[in-house]
């Protein structure tokens, strides 16, 4: 087959052609123009990692606003398990004892409580009293050394407070959430804060653990107790008058009575009684027992008529 002689443009000239060549450079030029109107657009915008690198002064406005306006969270109202395997290896067993039911009177608290029999530990100072005046009264003791408020609230709505209904319950906490954390206890989750809680936040904690308990057992009354004086932080010291004041505001005198026993355990001058308390001046003695065990004997047994 033959082929067509080429005819170079550079030889001939052509009007049309000239014409069409000339609309396709103006066409490629153009073209060219837009492209390179369009790349920047696309090739220089950062992305949202590089914006937020290129624009610290958006970032350190408003971050800091928000952190400063963001409410507190009041701890003493969330609910919470203490750390270790020993605090989980209680709670299971005092689970399974409210599983059995068969029982009439709950003791709900914190060490002072559970010094009662040592609950969690070995502690047992008014054992002696305990199997006297409670023990014939179906009475449990589901106190736990170092509680706070957010601790008792977490036992409780994790199988405490489920399987049984108790004619009544004596509950006395919030001392741990009052005064300062000066040390660390990582075992137990608690690092040095400073002050653990003020005293409206401990009084909503309280007030959270009586709601708690009106829930998981409407039918029971409660002897609801001041928190106990204590004279080894003097933070602690100031705020449990304060926070024993607004407690009394929740008696009713139909579920919950307030029952404060600050003068039971203190003199004239409202010093501590000695011999009411170790040496650490915090936990009672059995001595201190005693006194608590005469106490509340008259006002418990008129819970339960």
Known sequence: MNSLPFVSPMKKSCPVRNKIL???????????????????ATSTAPTPAAAATTAPAATTTTTPAATSDAPKVNTAIVPAPQRGAN?????????EQAKKGDIDVLFVGDSITDFWIGVSSPQQRGKEVWDKYFAPLKAADFGYNADRTQNVLWRLQN???????????????GTNNTGVQTRANPARGLPAQGVRNTVPETVEGVTAVVKELRKDFPAAKILFLAIFPRNDDDLAKAQIPLVNKELAKLDDQKNIFFLDLTKNFTDADGNLIPEAFQPDHLHPSPKGYQIWADAIQEPLAKLLK
Do not use: N
Request: proline letters at 5%.
């Open 87 to 95: 605090y989980l290896t209680v709670h299971q067993r005092l689970v």
């Open 159 to 173: 199988g405490e407070g489920q399987g049984f209904s108790p004619k009544a319950i004596v509950l006395m906490i």
């Open 22 to 40: 000339t609309l396709l450079a103006l066409a490629l030029t153009s073209g060219l123009r837009l492209l390179a109107a369009d790349v920047p």
